[in-house]
Antibody, heavy 126, light 109 residues
Framework: EVQLVQSGAEVKKPGEPLKISCKAS????????IGWVRQMPGKGLEWMGI????????RYSPSFQGHVTISADKSIGAAYLQWRSLKASDTAMYYC???????????????????WGQGTLVTVSS | QSALTQPASVSGSPGQSITISCTGT?????????VSWYQHHPGKAPKLIIY???NRPSGVPDRFSGSKSGNTASLTISGLQAEDEADYYC?????????FGGGTKLTVL
């Protein structure tokens, strides 16, 4: 059974750094894409980016490129989402999820999330 | 890139059918058959219910079905049940990213 277990809720001040985690089990972590989705309070889901742990190939949404860093440690089966300097507008629920897809023009294209973590609530407030 | 466009809310009575639309552009929904749908009960993790426009993951009832025409994808739920009350999100591949719709709140009357 695929399981994604995320780290606990965080309360931080603006300007502080943060790294949240997502521990995967039940499948070959190195060989499947995994990503992050944001849900701000009262708002919808937003695709942030995905990473292939096998070679750390990472793809970001233009909206999040440069604002967060997605990484993975294949030796322990964990993915991470990191901020260098948090803002109040980063307050949100963050979900990790395994990304799957299909081939298009000869390339494997991950585009949907079939298994999700329970979410990590990040609150940024002075 | 803009989010895909969904109605903010839909409603239906138990046993009825409802359809949720999801409108994109020729650069996302219109270009690829890489459309997915998610069911999200508040406080829980989202759940994949449709992928590749029409495919249902194992365990998802066949009351849920997907379709696409041009730049618009649709999710139909037939035989509405109380537990279907949730938020529903469409999603589409868009070459540089993957887009979500704004979400539709389904109320079962």
């Amino acid at each position: 059974e695929v399981q994604l277990v995320q780290s606990g809720a965080e309360v931080k001040k603006p300007g502080e750094p943060l790294k949240i985690s997502c521990k995967a089990s039940g499948y070959s972590f190195s060989n499947q894409w995994i990503g992050w989705v944001r849900q701000m309070p009262g708002k919808g889901l937003e695709w942030m980016g995905i990473i292939f742990p096998g070679d750390s190939d990472t793809r970001y949404s233009p909206s999040f490129q440069g604002h967060v860093t997605i990484s993975a440690d294949k030796s322990i089966g964990a993915a991470y989402l990191q901020w260098r300097s948090l803002k109040a507008s980063d307050t949100a629920m963050y979900y990790c999820a395994r990304s799957r897809g299909n081939f298009w023009n000869g390339y494997y294209t991950p585009y949907y999330f079939d298994s999700w973590g329970q979410g990590t609530l990040v609150t940024v407030s002075s | 890139q803009s989010a895909l466009t969904q109605p903010a809310s839909v409603s239906g009575s138990p046993g009825q059918s409802i359809t949720i639309s999801c409108t994109g552009t020729s650069n996302d929904i219109g270009a690829y058959n890489f459309v997915s749908w998610y069911q999200h009960h508040p406080g829980k993790a989202p759940k994949l219910i449709i992928y590749e426009v029409t495919n249902r993951p194992s365990g998802v009832p066949d009351r849920f079905s997907g379709s696409k025409s041009g730049n618009t994808a649709s999710l139909t739920i037939s035989g509405l049940q109380a537990e279907d009350e949730a938020d529903y999100y469409c999603s589409s591949y868009a070459i540089t990213s993957t887009l979500f719709g704004g979400g539709t709140k389904l109320t079962v009357l």
